[in-house]
């Protein structure tokens, strides 16, 4: 009976070994949000609680999508259209070592005004030993507002997500309780690369962004200085 136990001991000890991977700064299983928000968010770090170096991959599988929404993944500061389902990226983790606000990952669910739950299973593991892996399930819950409750409710940023540089790009704002706002750009190292005033109480914003480069920007929509909207926004 001790032989057992001791065998049944170093099975256990071996599983928890080859765990290498856990998650950091993690938002929890469940996003919330609203059908006419842009997209619901889920970011958080991964860790290398191994000894070694690990080019980490991540791939996606989802579980129950609701039907009409889309949702895309970003790691290693890019991110690839819908449909991605491995990652062609891996990011290089040291012993110990966490993502940084970079490569951090990124799961964006576009609810696209349809209202309902979907959850989806991100899993990341070793490129090099695909057994070891860490997996997460995240639910974006997104609940009903019909568009007269939501103009009422605050400002909005709204366009596509993935912005193309060989035509002009649109992106529909509305304000609440402002008449002069600005709607600027910012890369991932915070510089403002575009600046947009706005007056009227809604519209639409054309962008040529010819002239940037691929990759991750953020737009936030400003009312005295302060944000009050935002969006990521992938450069083509």
Same mark, same amino acid.
Request: aromatic share 10%.
């Given at each position: 009976m001790?032989?057992?136990?001791?065998?049944?001991?170093?099975?256990?000890?071996?599983?928890?070994?080859?765990?290498?991977?856990t998650?950091?700064? @993690? /938002?929890?299983?469940?996003?919330?949000g @609203?059908?006419?928000? /842009?997209?619901?968010?889920?970011s958080?770090?991964?860790?290398?609680n191994?000894?070694?170096a690990?080019? $980490?991959r991540?791939? =996606?599988?989802?579980?129950?999508?609701v039907?009409g929404?889309?949702?895309?993944?970003?790691?290693?500061?890019?991110c690839?259209p /819908?449909?991605?389902?491995?990652y062609p #990226?891996t990011?290089?983790?040291? /012993?110990?070592?966490?993502?940084?606000?970079?490569?951090?990952?990124?799961?964006d669910?576009y609810?696209?005004?349809?209202?309902?739950t979907?959850?989806?299973?991100?899993? @990341?593991?070793?490129?090099?030993?695909s057994?070891?892996?860490?997996?997460?399930?995240?639910?974006?819950?997104?609940?009903?507002? !019909? &568009?007269a409750?939501?103009?009422?409710?605050?400002?909005?940023?709204?366009?596509?997500?993935?912005?193309?540089?060989? =035509?002009?790009?649109?992106?529909?704002?509305?304000?609440?309780?402002?008449?002069?706002?600005?709607?600027?750009? &910012?890369?991932?190292?915070?510089?403002?690369?575009?600046?947009?005033?706005?007056?009227?109480?809604?519209?639409?914003? #054309?962008?040529?962004?010819?002239?940037?480069? !691929?990759g991750?920007? @953020?737009?936030?929509?400003?009312?005295?200085?302060?944000? $009050?909207?935002? =969006? =990521?926004?992938?450069?083509?």
């Amino acid at each position: 009976m001790k032989k057992i136990y001791t065998l049944l001991f170093s099975v256990v000890t071996l599983g928890l070994q080859a765990q290498s991977l856990t998650t950091a700064n @993690f /938002p929890g299983n469940t996003i919330v949000g @609203f059908d006419t928000d /842009p997209a619901l968010v889920a970011s958080f770090d991964i860790v290398n609680n191994s000894a070694n170096a690990i080019d $980490v991959r991540v791939t =996606k599988t989802d579980l129950n999508v609701v039907a009409g929404t889309d949702n895309v993944f970003c790691w290693g500061g890019n991110c690839f259209p /819908p449909g991605t389902i491995t990652y062609p #990226l891996t990011v290089s983790l040291g /012993p110990g070592q966490q993502t940084n606000n970079i490569d951090r990952f990124i799961g964006d669910y576009y609810p696209n005004n349809i209202a309902g739950t979907s959850t989806i299973r991100y899993c @990341f593991y070793d490129d090099n030993n695909s057994m070891d892996q860490t997996c997460v399930d995240i639910t974006y819950d997104a609940l009903f507002t !019909s &568009v007269a409750n939501q103009l009422k409710l605050s400002s909005y940023l709204g366009g596509s997500t993935f912005i193309s540089r060989k =035509k002009m790009n649109s992106f529909n704002y509305r304000l609440v309780d402002a008449k002069n706002a600005t709607i600027n750009l &910012v890369n991932m190292l915070g510089n403002t690369v575009k600046t947009y005033n706005v007056s009227s109480q809604q519209g639409v914003v #054309l962008m040529n962004a010819g002239d940037l480069k !691929s990759g991750v920007y @953020f737009m936030t929509l400003n009312v005295n200085g302060k944000r $009050v909207a935002n =969006k =990521k926004v992938i450069v083509e």
